[in-house]
């Protein structure tokens, strides 16, 4: 195995030693490289020596030491990146509409996106190679979507032959001591209730190396023409989700000292109940898969009101957020008007795009964002959550995108005013409302 090599930055220790771009890196200290993972963990060691493969054909041996050696590739990767071969009831690709742009419909699941970018990954696209090498390396943690325990099931959730055999890895992982993050993608009437409390208790077997389990409600679009046929929760199958993962809940802390299992925010508001406390989410391990964010939001912008004292350098500002997190929003604003004097317009958007089903602020597009505020007085500026914006931190073709491809630029230009993204984090948030440092 080898990995190509694209560019030598001038005057780096490969550059001075005759690396050129087109020759190949074959090993660091005798390891095959096959790509970023390989690379990085054997380049973390305190004495490297690196073999390549040189255009004319002759080897070049290269030794570094606590050093940059200059390397850059193709990829990020190294290689190409890992398609999905699952075909999930309930995948979210499949419920996008035609004509946006490709890179939306590929479907990944590559296990080195997972400990590299947060990825979860099935576990059914996995090769031999791959789950020893994550062993051997002792990569940790790894986020699986684990959607349920019982084998003939995932099968035919995720209609792959390989779905239920699959799950035997999270016990090799467990007995190699590699920690682990899970999620479920919960469907009513399918892998919710008997079948979430066999997941739960099959999953909390393997603790400590399952770290979490975090419960999340399928994402149903108006685009499922030929699909089969799912239905979205409610208030009552959502409470009946939480009491069954609040049970364990409970049994876990008297075990573990951690609740081990966390419904998203979804499950809350749609099951109207009060988001739980800090305390509850143990750290937030779960944060990015949409558990917690509300009640971390909320309180991170609740400490900065009671600390910021600053003058607002804007009496009339806009934000714009999806239906579900509209009323916490709207209610901390409303606080916010009242100690500095500003007035702070909070406007829910309803997803026609997708189908008011979508209600996270994260898959808000541009055409939405339009129709819904063209006629307002925006005031000032329009904040929107960066969480809107592909690939906001990614300097790619797609960046300042919205999921429809209008960009930043193209809105403010419709809507003759100014936009400023803000992170998410809510202390963040008040004084971009603000307009402070």
Known sequence: MSVKISNVKKKSLCDVK???AGDELLKINGKEIMDVLDFDFYMAEQNVTMTFK???????????QNTDCGLEFETYLMDKQQHCKNKCIFCFIDQLPKGLRPSLYFKDDDSRLSFLFGNYITLTNISEHEVERIIDMHISPVNVSVHTMNPELRVKMMKNKNAGESLKILKRFADAGIKMNTQLVLCPGINDGAELRRSIEELSALYPSVQSIAAVPVGITKFRDGLEKLEPYNKE?????IDIIEEYSQKFRKEFGIGLCY??????IKAEREIPSVEYYDGFPQFDNGVGMVR??????????EYCNET??????????GADFY?????LCEKAEE?????????KIVNHFFGETITVSGLVTGIDLYEQLKDSDLGEYLLLPSSMISDYTNHTENKNKFLDDMTIEELEERLNTKIILTNGDGGQVLKDILGVE
């Open 263 to 268: 419904p998203a925010d979804e499950f809350f």
């Open 237 to 241: 199958t959502a409470g009946e989700t």
């Open 296 to 305: 971390s939001f909320t309180d991170d912008f609740l400490d900065e009101m």
């Open 54 to 64: 040189c255009g004319d054909g002759k080897y070049k041996v290269v030794k570094a």
């Open 327 to 331: 009323p916490f929003l709207n209610e």
């Open 312 to 321: 607002p350098g804007y009496k009339k500002v806009t934000m714009a957020t």
């Open 18 to 20: 005759g690396i050129k």
């Open 339 to 347: 100690k500095y004097n500003i007035e702070i317009q909070v406007r």
